[in-house]
């Protein structure tokens, strides 16, 4: 009797701390109700590090000011996959809060809570003026993309989006020639795949370091990310974006730019700048602790390289004494049979905020996530308070600078940071969990900003490069990108293994072909190459994102 009733005793304490959990995972951090009498608005947040607190914020009050509300928060779990995990325990227990803002669900999470009903389509809400008057103040043309880009494959939009493109963010390609080499061997800046070889060529043998050593690396980077000067490299010779599928050059046919005789051609002067000795196998396996090393040694061994940011250089403002010095980028390099570009990751609008089936004043949560689309409050979201962390005022923009303005992209700064609120906690905003929108068309905050702490010095190369880009690479862009896909459910689950698969055998192939353990330039290799990727699905990649791209067209 005693084990029997042991036993439901030992079975009823673990239904009760099953529910305390789930009362706890669901509920947790939650208001459901306000206690200013004024109308309310639940706001289900995914919770940042960097915010103190959410109800006594900034942002906040200027929101409840505005609109004569009250805020009340549900935050939800910091990392994506934890917060992920309890909305879908939320929707199960019929649960979720009136709105919801994170940038971490997937797209197939979105349709799935779209079509059964948990998220409401805004569709109706965005084509009325009247409901969302500052989104339909965009101009036309950006408004259709933001909402091609955020729409479910079945057509509707479940979310108000964030559109923030900045061009430097968009452009990690960026190529660098050691400059104090060329002015020491009398040599100009290359422009074109084969002006690169000869400079190799002369760093290989001319010794412009000076040590009496033949250490010079002509062409050194990674294999991965914005330090891949392969994908850099074969860019001169036809678009690439690594991964990706591509469009040919009248914008109707999705084509794979990796299975192209130009990608061909790209890899059989990659080949002959191997067996030149110009450049440097370890390109392929280098980590990037070791390319830092590489790229700060002293004397300077690297002559060509690309890489996205600076922090490459821990002495970066020691002028005198660092390879950043002494490496200023270049513009994409052409070829024979192309003018060259730069690989792109077109920027593509998040979605950040949905109204669920809990939500009792639709309008009301409609009129806040609007309002994110307005101009102020779109630098208030991301910067703060205006004249406590950013100001307008004319008499402290007077001389100050940046890049843009500086290379006469636009004729003055617009408005100024006195702090940054994004590195330290803070209670001024949501760290950008929210709608926005701001133009690189029109000047995008970014461009029009200035640093009231730290001013512009056109002789600092990382200072100057954000012009640059926007100067040298933006305009080496191919007429027509391929944008993001929206497929449904069924033919996305259909290309993971092909994309998969593809994707892994073009990079090991690549590194083959360049290296030589494959036969780039014999006929029967490369055809074969052709034929295992048609094996793997390469096909099937291509029609159904042919089919997906004519929907969306």
Not at 198 to 214: S, T
Request: glycine share 6%.
């Amino acid at each position: 009797m005693i084990q029997v009733f042991s036993k439901k005793a030992a079975a009823l304490v673990l239904i009760l701390l099953f529910v305390i959990y789930f009362i706890f995972i669901t509920g947790c951090n939650r208001q459901v109700s306000g206690t200013s009498g004024k109308p309310t608005l639940e706001i289900g947040i995914q919770q940042h590090m960097n915010v103190l607190d959410y109800k006594n914020n900034y942002l906040t009050k200027y929101l409840e000011d505005l609109y004569d509300i009250e805020l009340v928060f549900n935050l939800l779990p910091p990392t994506s996959a934890d917060l992920r995990t309890k909305l879908s325990l939320m929707m199960a227990s019929n649960g979720l809060p009136e709105t919801i803002w994170t940038p971490a669900l997937t797209r197939e999470q979105i349709l799935e809570y779209g079509e059964n009903g948990a998220f409401i389509s805004l569709n109706n809400y965005f084509a009325d003026a009247a409901k969302t008057p500052y989104f339909n103040m965009i101009p036309e043309e950006i408004r259709t993309r933001i909402l091609k880009s955020v729409a479910s494959p079945n057509g509707h939009n479940y979310s108000f989006a964030r559109y923030n493109p900045f061009v430097p963010t968009q452009i990690n390609y960026r190529l660098f020639v050691n400059h104090s080499w060329l002015n020491k061997l009398g040599l100009e800046v290359p422009r074109t795949t084969d002006e690169l070889r000869e400079v190799l060529l002369a760093f290989r043998d001319g010794d412009p370091n000076g040590n009496g050593r033949k250490d010079e690396i002509g062409v050194v980077g990674r294999f991965l990310g914005g330090e891949d000067i392969i994908t850099a490299l074969i860019n001169a010779f036809i678009f690439y974006n690594p991964d990706q599928l591509g469009l040919n050059e009248t914008g109707d046919r999705v084509i794979a730019p990796f299975a192209e005789p130009a990608f061909r051609q790209a890899l059989q002067y990659l080949n002959g700048l191997f067996k030149e000795g110009l450049l440097d196998a370890s390109t392929f396996t280098m980590d990037q602790q070791t390319f830092r090393a590489v790229l700060n040694a002293s004397p300077m061994v690297v002559g060509f390289t690309t890489f996205a940011g600076i922090a490459n250089f821990p002495d970066k403002d020691n002028n005198n004494s660092n390879f950043w010095a002494f490496m200023p980028m270049i513009p994409p390099l052409s070829s024979p049979i192309s003018p060259g570009y730069t690989p792109y990751q077109e920027y593509q609008p998040d979605n950040i905020s949905y109204i669920t089936n809990k939500a009792r004043n639709r309008d009301l949560a409609v009129k806040v996530m609007d309002s994110f689309y307005e101009p102020t409050l779109s630098i208030v979201t991301s910067w703060g308070e205006e004249d406590v962390d950013w100001t307008r005022d004319p008499s402290l923009l007077s001389g100050i600078s940046n890049a843009f303005v500086e290379l006469g992209l636009y004729p003055s700064i617009t408005f100024g940071l006195l702090q940054r609120v994004w590195t330290t906690p803070q209670s001024k905003q949501w760290m950008d969990f929210a709608p926005r929108y701001t133009s690189v068309e029109n000047g995008s905050i970014q461009e029009l900003m200035g640093n009231l702490m730290s001013p512009f010095n056109p002789d600092d190369l990382g200072d100057i490069i954000p012009g640059q880009l926007v100067l040298d690479y933006l305009p080496r862009l191919p007429e027509h990108i391929l944008p993001r896909l929206n497929h449904n459910s069924r033919d996305g689950a259909r290309l993971i293994q092909p994309i998969t698969n593809v994707n892994g055998y073009v990079r090991e192939s690549i590194a083959g072909f360049v290296i030589g353990t494959r036969d780039i330039n014999n006929d029967t290799v490369w055809n074969t190459y052709l034929r295992e990727l048609d094996n793997m699905g390469l096909r099937e990649w291509l029609r159904i994102a042919q089919e997906t791209y004519d929907k969306q067209r």
